[in-house]
């Protein structure tokens, strides 16, 4: 049986695991653009740790939003994504406070759970659609 990033295995009911409910999940960039010296001032290990603390992270190779980099997909739990949740795209997440921002609404339940909060308004972007191979 293949297990999730939180330890749930297919058979597991929808949103939980043996420790309890499935946590929002994070994915952060960190390639071509984002987590490089091409980002200058930011601690990119740092950043990823701090949201460690919160949630389940998982690094990506490039999403292809160079544009918007540092980029953080905050992916919701299976709570949020039953009350109409669904993943929230962030980018230019280049300083603390930001990061600070994003802990604590995924704390308090994240996409479809709690309120995003207005300032990450100022960071949420919606990506452009992928090719794909035809």
């Known amino acids: 049986m293949p297990a999730t990033p939180a330890g749930a295995t297919s058979d597991d009911p929808i949103g939980e695991t043996a420790a309890g409910p499935v946590p929002?999940?994070?994915?952060v960039c960190r390639d071509?653009?984002?987590g490089s010296p091409k980002v200058t001032g930011v601690d990119h290990t740092a950043q990823?740790?701090?949201?460690?603390?919160?949630?389940?992270?998982?690094?990506?190779?490039?999403l292809d939003v160079c544009d918007q980099a540092n980029v953080i997909v905050v992916r919701?739990?299976?709570?949020?994504?039953?009350?109409?949740?669904?993943p929230v795209w962030l980018?230019?997440?280049?300083?603390?406070?930001?990061?600070?921002?994003i802990a604590a609404w995924?704390?308090?339940?994240?996409?479809?759970?709690?309120p995003r909060p207005?300032?990450?308004?100022?960071?949420?972007?919606?990506?452009?659609?992928?090719r794909t191979a035809s």
Do not use: H, M, Q, W
């Open 91 to 101: 980018g230019l997440v280049n300083d603390p406070d930001a990061t600070e921002d």
């Open 76 to 86: 919701p739990s299976a709570e949020g994504r039953a009350a109409g949740g669904r």
């Open 118 to 130: 207005e300032i990450l308004d100022l960071y949420a972007f919606t990506p452009k659609k992928r």
């Open 106 to 114: 995924v704390r308090a339940g994240g996409p479809g759970v709690a």
């Open 32 to 34: 071509c653009c984002c």
């Open 48 to 62: 990823t740790e701090r949201l460690r603390e919160v949630a389940p992270v998982r690094v990506s190779d490039c």
């Open 24 to 27: 929002c999940r994070i994915v």
